[in-house]
C-alpha cells in the first residue's frame, strides 16, 4: 500500500483498509455515521470544558472535561453494542473486483 498516493487521513489511519484474509479482497472500515458525531461531539465538548478550565483555572471544569472524556469513550462502545449490533464493521471497497 503506497501511503503517498492516498488522502491524509487515509495516511493517517493505514489501518483502515486491509486485505481480507477469507476472500482475498481489500476491505475498509465502515464507520457509521452515527459514530462520527458522537466522536466529534465529544471531542469538541472535552477541548471546551479543558479551555475553560485553564481559563477559569476551576478545578470543578477540570473534573466535567475529565467526566466527558470518560462519558465519550464509554458511548461509542455501548452505541457499537446496542444500536450498530447489525451494522457491518467492514466493507469492500467500491472499486474492488467481485469475487
Known sequence: MDLRQRKLSQAIVARMEIDCPHC???IRLNVHPAEVVIALCDFA??????????????QGLVLAALGAAMAGALALPLLQKTWLRSWPRYARLAGAPEA
Open 45 to 58: 465538548i472535552v477541548i471546551a470544558l479543558a479551555a475553560l478550565a485553564y481559563g477559569y483555572r476551576s
Open 24 to 26: 482475498m479482497q481489500r
